[in-house]
């Protein structure tokens, strides 16, 4: 199988969706940490082939086959994928998903984007029990099978029952996204990514912005006093809903916290709203 060096911790096929030509995409540095960064900040983008990748990220060592995660996992099982259920989630025309499968595939899309960062790589890390730190490496190791043969299937079984809902932006505000794209909140709205636990708490609702128009709201479907319903139910319909400006803004706050250090979005948008938001952050 053919080496891959540099491997996109977020998929060309979903920042794709935040560029204007398909090629480019405008980037915010959240912090600057090296000197000449702020000239280039908004100014000129940067390709979609050299955004949020890193050397050998996914490779793995030990083995026979050093491409699984990379080329077999991701391109294959995800990024092949991901075009069809981008279109049919944004598609107003769709109202359910016709199977069980669509909605696996939805999760597994959607929900990699999480697992797959290294900022969430380095949160797992965190958490490792300071009497196993003399086995660190093997366990960083270890982790780039373990991040989709365990944390990524428990992250779709806790929510696999959550209610759809794709809200569309109504005027000419956008959605930004970045290099950790997935917005994990506690019932109380508070953005909680930093806690590697509570991606498996399934009381917990899941933002995902799909495009600069588009963001999917995975969360407990509710009764008609709105009282959440604890149950095994599978919810196949899509809830489409328009929100304006506010919404935006309240999530591209939580996406500027959740980054790691960049921020994507459309050129005109992004300019504005960084040259307001360093203002009153």
Known sequence: MQQVKDQHTVPKCYLKNFSEDGSNIFRKFKKVTKEGLTNIELRKPTSLKKATTKEHFYTVDR?????????????????????KYYELLINPKISKLESLDDRLRILMCLLSLHC???????????SVPENFQ?????????YKTSHIGNTLIN??????????TIVKINDSSEFITSDNPVLILNPDGEL?????????????VILIPLDHKHCCI?????DKNGIS????????GIKRIDKNCNFAWEINAKMIKSADSMCYGREKYIKTFFSVYKFID
């Open 63 to 83: 083995g026979t086959e050093p491409m699984v995660i990379e080329s077999i996992f991701y391109s294959r099982e995800i990024e092949n994928y991901y075009p």
């Open 116 to 126: 797959r960062t290294p900022k969430q790589f380095n949160y797992f890390f965190k």
């Open 134 to 142: 003399d086995r660190i490496d093997l366990i960083k190791e270890d």
């Open 155 to 164: 992250f779709i079984q806790t929510h696999e029952y959550k209610a759809i």
């Open 192 to 204: 909680i990514n930093h806690k590697f636990k509570e991606q498996f708490n399934k009381d917990n």
């Open 218 to 222: 995975l969360k407990n479907a509710t």
């Open 229 to 236: 319903i604890d149950g095994k139910v599978f919810y196949n």
